[in-house]
């Protein structure tokens, strides 16, 4: 055969396993919209405790031979000039895996930087093909994106990441158990799939950020999300989800799944308390309500912008107004998960249990690209 037409079958082949892998990833849906607040509607625990072994941990931290993966940090983080002027920051860093048949895994990850104090929102975005496959049997996280990396082992983390004007290098300390969400941490999505899911709703952050060439010590604190599993989104949802810390040493974990048309098809209430007990309530008892909305100049996208989150059962009377600290926190992704999201920093005040709280936190809108706000 000649070195031409092998040349020739080489380029062939090559286009043919591009063009398997572009369809492959394109029903993916990826975050922000494959995201840490993607779920499909709740199934008996009992049917899933049946189909799947319960996660172990530290044992599952690390990667996992699944189609999909992601390890999730956002938080807020404060730093002290010389001056004694004190610079606020937002922070996303998130890696996510996906693994297709014998394909090597693809790796992509945004990391962003809501800059409070200058009224700047800065992110980036990575995309690449692993060259070894997926190591089953590893403890702890270790996963690494060129200069990007996260890398931790019972709740004491490590993420280094850096973009034009910023770079992070922050050390992470759990100060609760982990959350294993839906009780147990297994959700299925019926034919969908199913979903292993836990997070570390407040971590300690220390380290250092450096900011247009000035290197500051930071401290702060962070939400850590982990989920995996054999799943593939629903490529014509959205969701709103909402991770909130209060000054009450408390924690809420809420999302709404939206079809096409924006109509809720799911909801999500989680309160954690100030003794890392996770509370459960029934999706009837959330009531949200937007406050303004904020469109795109960039993309032409509106989205809800202010949030009035209620939630009414008799174990906790909360009412709760979440602003945004910047207006503009839209991630633009498409060379690297193919979507466009806003994920940004929120604070938080109102009424918890017949008391004031205060607090930070984040939150996520996909889908209204479809929607169109």
Same mark, same amino acid.
């Given at each position: @055969? ?13 286009? +043919?396993?591009?063009?398997?892998? /572009? ?32 996660? !172990? ?8 031979? *699944? ?7 956002? #938080? ?5 000039? =010389?001056?004694?002027?004190? *610079? *606020?920051?937002?922070?996303?860093? $998130? ?20 800059? +409070?104090?200058? #009224? ?15 190591? /089953?049997? $590893? ?5 690494? @994106? ?16 850096? @973009?034009?004007?910023?770079?992070? *290098? ?11 969400? %839906?009780? %147990?941490?297994?959700?299925?999505? /019926? ?10 709703? !407040? ?34 949802? #959205?969701? &709103? ?7 009450? %040493? ?10 096409? =048309? ?37 993309? /032409? ?6 949030? !009035?989150?209620?939630? &009414?059962?008799?174990?906790?009377? @909360?009412?709760?107004? +979440? ?20 994920? #940004? ?25 479809? !929607?169109?706000?």
């Amino acid at each position: @055969m000649s070195r031409v037409l092998r040349y020739k079958k080489q380029c062939a082949a090559l286009q +043919i396993i591009s063009l398997l892998l /572009g369809i492959i990833l394109s029903s993916c849906s990826f975050p922000g919209v494959i995201s840490t607040s993607q779920q499909l509607p709740i199934v008996s625990e009992q049917q899933v405790v049946q189909q799947l072994p319960a996660i !172990r941990l530290p044992e599952d931290e690390g990667a996992h031979n *699944n189609l999909t993966e992601w390890w999730y940090y956002t #938080g807020h983080f404060a730093a002290t000039a =010389a001056d004694g002027k004190q *610079n *606020n920051y937002g922070f996303e860093l $998130v890696v996510f895996q996906v693994s297709r048949s014998s394909f090597l895994p693809l790796y992509l990850a945004h990391f962003a930087i809501s800059d +409070i104090t200058r #009224g700047e929102f800065h992110y980036d975005q990575r995309r690449i093909t692993a060259s070894t496959p997926i190591a /089953g049997g $590893v403890r702890g996280i270790d996963v690494h @994106m060129g200069d990007w990396s996260i890398q931790g082992l019972n709740g004491q983390d490590h993420l280094v990441a850096a @973009m034009k004007d910023y770079a992070i *290098n922050l050390q992470l300390v759990g100060s609760k158990p982990p959350t294993l969400h %839906n009780g %147990n941490g297994l959700i299925t999505y /019926g034919l969908a799939g199913y979903s292993y899911y836990y997070s570390r709703t !407040r971590m300690a952050v220390s380290g250092t950020i450096v900011d247009h060439g000035q290197q500051f010590s930071i401290v702060g604190q962070a939400w850590m999300d982990h989920q995996w599993g054999d799943f593939l989104t629903l490529s014509d949802s #959205g969701w &709103d989800w909402y991770s909130i810390q209060l000054n009450d %040493n408390t924690e809420v974990m809420v999302y709404l799944i939206h079809d096409a =048309a924006g109509r809720a098809l799911s909801t999500y209430v989680g309160y954690i308390d100030a003794d890392g007990v996770d509370h459960l309530f029934s999706g009837n008892t959330l009531h949200t309500t937007a406050l303004a909305k904020w469109t795109s100049p960039a993309t /032409g996208i509106t989205y809800p912008s202010g949030w !009035r989150l209620a939630i &009414d059962d008799p174990q906790l009377q @909360m009412n709760l107004t +979440i602003v945004p600290q910047l207006k503009n926190q839209e991630l633009v992704t498409l060379n690297s998960t193919g979507n466009i999201y806003w994920e #940004g920093a929120v604070a938080v005040e109102g009424q918890s249990g017949g008391k004031s709280v205060g607090g930070l936190g984040y939150v996520e809108l996909t889908g209204y690209v479809k !929607r169109g706000g």
